[in-house]
């Protein structure tokens, strides 16, 4: 199993140590993983993941598991919260593709120029 966070994608970085006559030798630096469960609501299960502590604060800050996976799209979660989600989604009868409006922007200057050219013929 990889050292990495199920939630936040957090994983083993690689590094210098770096000593006073500036010698340099590799090292890792590991994430801050912990093994946790985690209740859905929705589905009335329990998830164990393996979360690290800024993992642990993100679903926190979100209101738990459910609302963590229900409020990122499907491309910025890990494959297993992936599968969460869809379940959720599956469960709650939401569609898997909700309909995002793209802002509206203004047209650049040369096509307000055409436009006037067109209204005045």
Same mark, same amino acid.
């Given at each position: 199993?990889?050292?990495?966070? !199920?939630?936040?994608? $957090?994983?083993?970085?690689?590094?210098?140590?770096?000593?006073?006559?500036?010698?340099?030798?590799?090292?890792?630096?590991?994430?801050?993983? !912990?093994?946790?469960?985690?209740?859905? @609501?929705?589905?009335?299960? @329990?998830?164990?993941?393996?979360?690290?502590?800024?993992?642990?604060?993100?679903?926190?800050?979100?209101?738990?598991?459910?609302?963590? &996976?229900?409020?990122?799209?499907?491309?910025?979660?890990?494959? @297993?919260?992936? &599968?969460?989600? $869809?379940?959720?989604?599956?469960?709650?009868?939401?569609?898997?593709?909700?309909?995002? $409006?793209?802002?509206?922007?203004?047209?650049?200057?040369?096509?307000?120029?055409?436009?006037?050219?067109?209204?005045?013929?």
């Amino acid at each position: 199993m990889p050292r990495k966070c !199920q939630v936040t994608g $957090k994983k083993t970085m690689v590094g210098m140590n770096v000593s006073h006559s500036n010698r340099r030798t590799k090292r890792t630096f590991l994430p801050n993983l !912990q093994k946790m469960t985690f209740h859905s @609501d929705v589905l009335g299960r @329990d998830f164990l993941l393996r979360i690290s502590t800024a993992g642990l604060r993100t679903l926190t800050k979100h209101g738990g598991l459910d609302a963590y &996976a229900i409020a990122k799209p499907v491309s910025r979660l890990a494959p @297993d919260m992936a &599968a969460v989600k $869809k379940a959720i989604e599956k469960k709650m009868g939401i569609d898997e593709k909700p309909v995002v $409006k793209k802002p509206a922007h203004k047209p650049n200057i040369s096509a307000r120029l055409a436009k006037k050219v067109a209204a005045k013929k």
